[in-house]
């Protein structure tokens, strides 16, 4: 468990140590998983290395973003002045990229 | 004493996982969509706070102990990516054409519709990234100067909407092959909307796990370039 944690920290870093240092437009995590995908599809790490502290990180996703959905607290005002387009959004938007998404998956699978 | 206790970091972490605890109980219960273990925590905490005049800024003294493990969370979607990457081997091709257009669709229908709804510019940096996965999405809009609470919010909707919609949806479009629900489900409506997915079957929900990672990587890599276009915004 800490030695995979301990990976994942490090795939973290690198990517942020990136993007920080070629100040690249894409979030630091985001590179740091290309990387760990990467690393382990050539075999550099194992899976076993990396698996028991991905699948708690993962279990606990919704956990880790509680503060953000908390923060809205903050944002009420603009909630009530903007409800009309988040609504759109949420439900006009999502349904034409589901459509789309699902479409196209379907007329080019074997 | 109260005030001590009221301001102080642990208070906030120990409520946070209290109820979370308690809310995924509540939802195992009541087997109800809208008693997602997300929905319950935020409400119960947000009335919590303000019945006890507490601002957001001390609440994440403490949340952004809990909040700084979505940075990790993210890596760790590249090793379930890697998990599932041979189950979609035979289809590669159409997979990543359907989730990258798909993708794009989504940024683009948003910018246009709020674009055309004369929203103003935090309004569409906040929502162009609305179809992935939290942690990503909020990566994203924290890079293209939006509010993040905003997001978050919009993509936990954007989630229930497509647990809720999206099969019916589908299926009165024509679309049955199970990979085709999966990966739709994963790029329009990522982890809440393709827990869905497993309903449908085994590939449907290796299809959706990986366009979740897939269409997460997409964005935030396009959302700063195409929002840079759209300079005037």
Redesign the interface.
Known sequence: MLKSLGYIMLFLILGEALRHLFHLPVAGNILGMIFIFLALRTRIISLDSVKPAADKLLNYMVLFFVPYGVGLMNHFDVVREHWGALALVVTVSTSMTLIITGYIQQILEK | MKEYLLTSPMVWIFL??AV?FLAQKVHVKLKWVLAT??LI??SV??VL??ALDID?ET??QG??Y??????????????????K?DEIK??L???F???T???V??IF??LL??IW?E?PSF?VRS?AA??V????A???T??VSG????????V???GI??NV??VP??RA?G???E???G???G???H?IGTARALDIGRSAAA?GGI?I?VN??VT??LV??IL?GFNFL
């Open positions: 946070t996982l979370y273990p997300i925590t935020v905490l947000i706070l303000l957001f609440y994440d949340g952004r809990i909040s700084f493990f979505l940075g990790p969370s993210v890596v760790a979607l590249g090793v379930l990516f890697h998990e990457y035979s289809n091709i159409p997979f054409a359907a989730v257009i798909g993708g669709s989504s229908i948003v519709s709020l709804l929203s309004i929502l609305k179809s996965t939290t942690p990503i909020i990566e994203t924290k890079l509010i993040p609470a905003i997001t978050a919010a919009v936990i909707a954007v909407f497509g919609f999206g949806i589908l479009f679309i049955k092959s990979m085709a629900i990966t739709a489900l790029t329009a409506s982890g299809y366009a990672c997460g990587v935030a890599i700063p370039l840079d």
